[in-house]
C-alpha cells in the first residue's frame, strides 16, 4: 500500500513538472516570431473559424491538428466575444487566437507523460514512474510541446496507440484491436508519418496467441479501422482527392532532394538524440536497447520489447530516408526511448539486489544513476524555458517599431528570425539584404531596412573569408541611417538587429 501511495504521488509529481514545464513562457514571440510552420496551422485554422470552409486547402499536414485548433479558435472567439474584446469575427486577427492553441499542445504534451506511465506499468511500476519522468523533462519534448505544431499531438496519439496495442495484446479481442487501428489513423491524420504506428498492433496480432485462428482477420480489421479513422478525421483527402494527391506528390519530392548536408541523415539525427539525452541518458537508452533484444529472445512475455523496439527503430530508418531534417521529427521516438532507459535502470537495480550488494551502496547508486538520468535534460529544460521567458531582441525591434514608426511604413526585413511585423506596415522580406540591387530600396519606396546578424554576422566577423558579403554589408550601412541597434545579452537573446533608414534620392 505504502509503495502504491509513493508511485501515485511521483506520478503527481511528474505531471506537475511537466505542465509547469510546457506552460511557462508560452506566450514568447506570439505576434512577431512565431515558431516555424506554426503560422500554417494558425492562419488555417482561423480562416475555417471565419468562413466555414472546412478544407484546409493545404495538404502539407493532414487536417486533424487544423480542426482541433478551429474548435479551440471558437471557444476562444466566443469567450472573448463575451468579455466585450471583439464585435466581429473581421476584429479578431490571428495573433490573438495562439496562445490558447499552444495551450492545446502544451495540454497533449502533458498527457503523453501519463500515457508513457500506463504503457510504462507493463514493465513494472518502477519503470512507469520513472520513463514518466524523463519523459516529463525532456528537452526536445519540451521545446516542441510550446507550438502550434503536429508533433506533439502525434507523439501523444502514438504512445496511445502502443497503449492500446497492448491492451489489445492482453484482451486478445477484435474490438480492441479495432481500437488500436483506429489510434493508428488518427496518428496519421496529425502526420502522415504517424501512420507508421499501425506496425504496433499489426505486431500484437502476430504475436497474440489466442488469436492463432484470426490473426489475418485482425490484421486485416486494424488496417481497415486505420484508413477509416484516417478519412474521417481528415475527410478532404478523400473529397479533395486531386489537390491532395498532387500536393502530397510534391511534399514527398521535397523530402527526396538531396539532402543539404555531406553527413548521413541517420548519423545527423543520432546527433540530435544525444544532444537531448545527453551522454549519460544516450548511454542508458543504449542499454536499454541491448536489454529489449536480450528479453525478445529468452523471455516469454515479449511483446511489450518487441513494440518498444521495433516501432523506434522503424520509425528512425523512416525519417533518416528523408531529405529535410529537423529535430522535431524525433518526438515519437522519445518516450520509447524514456521507457527504454527506465527499463534499463530498474534491470540494473535488481542486478544489484541478486548479486547480494549491501543495501545502503545499491541505494547510494540507485539515487546516483537516477539523478543522472534526470539531472542534464531538467537542467536543459529548465534552460530553455527560461531564456524563452525572457524578452528577446526580435520583440524590442517589435516594440520600438510599432512605437515609433507609423502605420503605412515600408520596411524591407532580412532572415528567417527577424520579427514579423503586422499588417499595418508594408513589410517585404528578402533572404539577404545584400542580394538586393544597390538602389532597390529607394526605387520601391523602402523606407527602412531591417538586418539581422543572424545573415550579416559571420560576413562581418570574417571579412578575409567573405570579401564580397563583407563589403556588401558594409557598402548597406553606409548608404543608409542607423536609427536603432537592438543588441543581444543575458537578459535579452536573440540576433542583433539594425534598423536602418534608407536615404532616399
Request: charged share 15%; glycine share 6%; with cysteine.
Amino acid at each position: 500500500m505504502r509503495d502504491s501511495r509513493v508511485t501515485r504521488l511521483g506520478l503527481l509529481l511528474a505531471l506537475l513538472t511537466a505542465a509547469l514545464l510546457r506552460f511557462w513562457a508560452l506566450s514568447q514571440g506570439i505576434g512577431f516570431n512565431p515558431g516555424p510552420d506554426e503560422p500554417e496551422v494558425m492562419e488555417r485554422a482561423v480562416r475555417m473559424m471565419k468562413t466555414g470552409d472546412f478544407n484546409p486547402h493545404f495538404f502539407d499536414y493532414p487536417g486533424l491538428y487544423m480542426y482541433v485548433q478551429t474548435a479551440t479558435a471558437t471557444v476562444r472567439f466566443v469567450v472573448g466575444a463575451m468579455q466585450g474584446k471583439w464585435a466581429g469575427l473581421a476584429q479578431a486577427p490571428t495573433e490573438d487566437f495562439y496562445l490558447w492553441a499552444r495551450a492545446v499542445t502544451a495540454l497533449l504534451g502533458t498527457a503523453t507523460v501519463w500515457v508513457v506511465y500506463r504503457a510504462g506499468l507493463r514493465w513494472g511500476a518502477q519503470t512507469a514512474l520513472l520513463s514518466s519522468v524523463l519523459i516529463a523533462v525532456m528537452p526536445l519534448h519540451v521545446r516542441e510541446s510550446h507550438y502550434v505544431l503536429t508533433d506533439v499531438p502525434m507523439t501523444f496519439v502514438v504512445m496511445v496507440t502502443l497503449l492500446l496495442s497492448l491492451r489489445a495484446h492482453e484482451r486478445a479481442t477484435l474490438g480492441a484491436f479495432a481500437l488500436a487501428g483506429a489510434g493508428a489513423g488518427l496518428a496519421g491524420a496529425l502526420k502522415y508519418n504517424g501512420v507508421l504506428a499501425v506496425a504496433m498492433p499489426l505486431i500484437a496480432c502476430l504475436m497474440t496467441p489466442r488469436l492463432r485462428r484470426s490473426r489475418l482477420g485482425a490484421a486485416l480489421l486494424v488496417v481497415a479501422v486505420m484508413v477509416g479513422a484516417f478519412l474521417v478525421a481528415a475527410p478532404y483527402t478523400l473529397l479533395d482527392l486531386p489537390t491532395f494527391l498532387n500536393e502530397f506528390a510534391r511534399l514527398s519530392s521535397e523530402y527526396h532532394k538531396t539532402p543539404a548536408t555531406a553527413e548521413p541523415l541517420w548519423l545527423v539525427y543520432l546527433k540530435h538524440l544525444r544532444i537531448a539525452l545527453q551522454w549519460p541518458g544516450s548511454a542508458m537508452v543504449a542499454g536499454g536497447m541491448a536489454l529489449g533484444v536480450w528479453k525478445i529472445v529468452r523471455d516469454a512475455d515479449r511483446l511489450r520489447w518487441m513494440l518498444a523496439i521495433v516501432f523506434p527503430l522503424l520509425y528512425f530508418r523512416f525519417i533518416s530516408q528523408q531529405s529535410i531534417v529537423f529535430a522535431r521529427y524525433l518526438l515519437p521516438l522519445v518516450p520509447f526511448l524514456s521507457l527504454l532507459a527506465a527499463a534499463w535502470v530498474v534491470a540494473l537495480v535488481g542486478w544489484m539486489r541478486r548479486a547480494g550488494m549491501p543495501r545502503r551502496l545499491r541505494h547510494a547508486i540507485t539515487i546516483a544513476v537516477t539523478v543522472i538520468a534526470i539531472g542534464p535534460p531538467a537542467f536543459g529544460a529548465i534552460n530553455y524555458d527560461a531564456d524563452a521567458a525572457k524578452q528577446w531582441t526580435q520583440g524590442e525591434a517589435y516594440d520600438w517599431i510599432r512605437r515609433e514608426l507609423p502605420a503605412g511604413t515600408s520596411i524591407r526585413v532580412e532572415g528567417s528570425v527577424s520579427p514579423r511585423l503586422p499588417a499595418m506596415y508594408k513589410v517585404s522580406y528578402a533572404k539577404q539584404l545584400r542580394m538586393d540591387p544597390p538602389q532597390f530600396a529607394a526605387d520601391n519606396g523602402v523606407d527602412y531596412l531591417l538586418a539581422s546578424s543572424q545573415v550579416y554576422g559571420p560576413y562581418l566577423d570574417d571579412p578575409m573569408l567573405y570579401r564580397q558579403e563583407h563589403s556588401d554589408y558594409l557598402r548597406i550601412f553606409a548608404q543608409t541611417q542607423e536609427i536603432a541597434r537592438f543588441s543581444p545579452s543575458a537578459q535579452h537573446p536573440g540576433p542583433e538587429l539594425r534598423l536602418l533608414k534608407v536615404k532616399q534620392p
